[in-house]
């Protein structure tokens, strides 16, 4: 199945470093996730992207729908251990249709060295 | 207030078996989706149901199967399995029209077939 292109496809980093991902796609999404998994766990759901330009910000995360509706990136200002985890992106194409389905990035793995 | 939950939690099957996996949605979430998330993988679109119909299907063989109850409870079957099917199934659901809403994940069902 599709699947977006997400990079990196992991990080080890610092505690207290900034981190930044983005995921491409070759096709138009007018929704963008970003998700977080923790192992033995389902994704969480961090932050969601309406509009094409759209900033958003959870806490130290800050997220951004790109202009052309085909990209989008997610940052993590200061990271801690907590950080931890595999990160993805997700898109989704809302329309008249049916079938909103959400197609996944393959992940960003996050190590945070304390 | 609870969030997905799935059942069973981990479920081992052998080759040519079928197997049953229960998810219930967020009280009053009347859309559930189905994804497969293949290790090393991000989750990959199944089924999704609103209102008890099926709105959407991907990419997958006969096999796979679904559907929603008056409560809005969800099961996925798989018949005549294959080693390939192991993976950890997702469930999520949305309060509305999941063209208008955001999808919530459950913890997944773990399936090992051997």
């Known amino acids: 199945g599709q699947q977006l292109n997400q990079s990196p496809q992991s990080m080890f980093i610092q505690e207290g470093e900034d981190v930044s991902m983005n995921c491409t796609s070759s096709?138009?999404?007018?929704?963008w996730l970003w998700y977080k998994q923790e192992p033995g766990e389902g994704p969480v759901l961090l932050i969601a992207?309406?509009?094409?330009?759209e900033l958003t910000s959870n806490g130290r995360l800050t997220a951004q729908f790109g202009i052309t509706r085909k990209d989008s990136f997610l940052n993590i200002s200061a990271s801690i251990p907590s950080d931890v985890g595999i990160y993805f992106c997700?898109?989704?194409?809302?329309?008249?249709?049916?079938?909103?389905?959400?197609?996944f990035g393959k992940g960003t793995l996050l190590t945070v060295n304390p | 207030d609870a969030g997905v939950t799935q059942s069973p939690t981990h479920l081992i099957k052998t080759r040519g078996q079928q197997v049953t996996l229960r998810c219930s949605p967020i009280?009053?979430?009347?859309?559930v989706s189905w994804y497969q998330q293949v290790l090393g993988q991000g989750p990959q679109f199944i089924f999704q149901?609103?209102?008890?119909?099926?709105?959407g299907r991907g990419n997958f063989p006969d096999r796979f199967s679904a559907r929603q109850f008056p409560n809005y409870s969800s099961e996925l079957n798989v018949n005549a399995l294959l080693l390939g099917d192991s993976a950890l199934y997702l469930c999520?659901?949305?309060?509305?029209?999941?063209?208008?809403?955001?999808?919530?994940f459950g913890p997944g069902t773990r399936l090992t077939v051997l």
């Open positions: 999520a659901s949305s309060s509305r029209d999941p063209a208008k809403d955001t999808q919530y």
């Open positions: 096709s138009i999404f007018n929704t």
């Open positions: 992207l309406y509009k094409a330009g």
């Open positions: 997700a898109g989704q194409l809302r329309s008249g249709g049916s079938n909103y389905k959400l197609t």
């Open positions: 009280s009053g979430h009347k859309s």
């Open positions: 149901y609103y209102e008890k119909e099926e709105r």
